[in-house]
């Protein structure tokens, strides 16, 4: 007698999407097409695979992300040390460099896909998640920040997305940094006592990091410690607030957060997160800014790029958690048959209304068993379509079938000729 297998189950963290939810992230993913269309940004697809030294390079080796959070290994065959990206902004610069896509100029690219990180799972926070994202490369101005902004509000206005602040900061250019590193770390050596073990290992390897800190005993410490914005140059200053300007006029309301500095180390002058009080303590759900530097040191011609990211589990955790009402489906009709000798003509008159745009689903049977009218106009009710269609035994003898109205509460019905399903198809895609 064979053993029974050991029932297989997901990695922890890294979730299966099945229906209806998958109908909420398409609906998500098509309002995102339609948008990124509008500002003229075009899609890009990265593999999921990359070289581990793409993220050391490009992310800071001094990251939660690369210390801490990579899943990396060695190729079994040639030893090549790869991981599953992380996030996809350093392989949109790879693909970028690889491919020569600067050679005629500037380029807005947009994303969507999963990536991995090896974190404690938790509400809109999982070990594989997924964001789609947005990158202008080769732009130098203080517009094309204000512009991904932009397009990132018009998103949750699209969506219809409350309760969403943004919030903005300048992290200035590398010699600004470097002052304001210097005070940082004269900072916190008064403070030493007072630092966390993470703290304390980062404070002459990247004391910027220690302003990210989540540690709540911290806090006040961080508070207090030498502002970024207080170093700033004229220039860096002049770019921030053409940013705010543009802002302004659009009026988009925004809070300027002196602590914000992003979690990877490729970001100069404008970062900025838009963040939310509904999701606890995930409330990022999109983040991003200006990356001038790291084309050049993924191997690139210099070149200054801008972009951000959104979680798509924490977009859709927070329209769920406001009440919005997603589709989960918006199919037009049932078709309901009764016998298995109506199946070929049926059939016939469904391919007609797919092919005419018509989405429809078929009852399916088990064997010679069609099942039940009551059971099929139960299915047919439960699978949110508008419509039943019905290929009755008398509605096939006069080469007609019936269409019934199941959303407007009466039921009502009207027969269509068989011969021109066509001709007839549009009134399927009414909504009620």
């Not at 339609?34 to 593999?47: C, D, K, Q, V, W």
């Not at 460099?97 to 809109?124: A, D, I, S, T």
């Not at 790029?305 to 406001?322: D, H, S, T, Y």
């Not at 069609?370 to 269609?389: P, T």
Request: with cysteine; charged share 25%.
């Amino acid at each position: 007698m064979p053993v029974k297998a050991e029932k297989l189950v997901a990695v922890k963290g890294m979730n299966d999407i099945l229906p209806p939810d998958s109908a909420r992230w398409e609906w998500l993913e098509g309002q995102v097409r339609e948008l990124m269309a509008r500002y003229a940004y075009g899609n890009i697809r990265t593999p999921i695979l990359e070289p581990t030294a793409l993220f050391v390079r490009g992310l800071g080796e001094v990251t939660d992300i690369v210390e801490k959070e990579m899943y990396s290994f060695e190729d079994k065959l040639n030893g090549e040390k790869l991981t599953l990206r992380p996030e996809a902004t350093a392989g949109v610069v790879r693909a970028v460099v690889e491919h020569n896509l600067l050679y005629e100029g500037g380029k807005r690219l947009y994303y969507m896909g999963p990536m991995f990180r090896h974190e404690r799972p938790q509400r809109g926070r999982y070990r594989q998640f997924h964001q789609i994202g947005a990158e202008a490369l080769g732009f130098a101005g203080a517009e094309v920040d204000a512009e991904l902004i932009l397009l990132a509000h018009a998103l949750w206005q699209q969506l219809g997305l409350e309760d969403v602040q943004l919030q903005l900061n300048s992290l200035g250019q590398p010699d600004e940094r470097r002052l304001h590193r210097a005070a940082l770390i004269a900072y916190f050596e008064q403070h030493a006592d007072q630092l966390d073990e993470d703290a304390r290992r980062r404070l002459h390897l990247n004391p910027l990091r220690i302003l990210d800190t989540k540690n709540p005993a911290m806090q006040s410490l961080v508070a207090d410690a030498p502002k970024l914005l207080d170093f700033l140059g004229e220039a860096s200053l002049a770019h921030f607030n053409r940013v705010r300007e543009i802002l302004d006029a659009n009026d988009v309301r925004y809070q300027i957060n002196p602590r914000l500095v992003r979690g990877m180390d490729y970001y100069n002058l404008t970062v900025f997160e838009f963040v939310t009080t509904r999701l606890g303590s995930q409330g990022t759900i999109c983040g991003g800014g200006r990356y001038d530097y790291l084309i050049e040191q993924i191997g690139g011609k210099p070149s200054p790029a801008v972009g951000w990211a959104l979680g798509v589990e924490r977009v859709l955790e927070l329209l769920k958690e406001q009440g919005a009402e997603l589709s989960a489906t918006d199919l037009d009709v049932y078709a309901v048959i009764p016998e298995v000798q109506a199946l070929p003509v049926a059939m016939q008159c469904i391919q007609s209304l797919r092919r005419a745009g018509v989405r429809v689903q078929m009852h399916a049977g088990t064997g010679e068993a069609m099942g039940s009218m009551k059971s099929q106009f139960k299915r047919a009710d439960a699978s949110g379509a508008h419509y039943a269609l019905i290929f009755g035994a008398d509605e096939l003898a006069q080469h007609e079938v019936t269409v019934k109205s199941l959303r407007d509460g009466a039921g009502n019905q009207t027969r269509y000729s068989l011969n021109q399903p066509s001709e007839w198809a549009s009134h399927l895609q009414s909504r009620t």
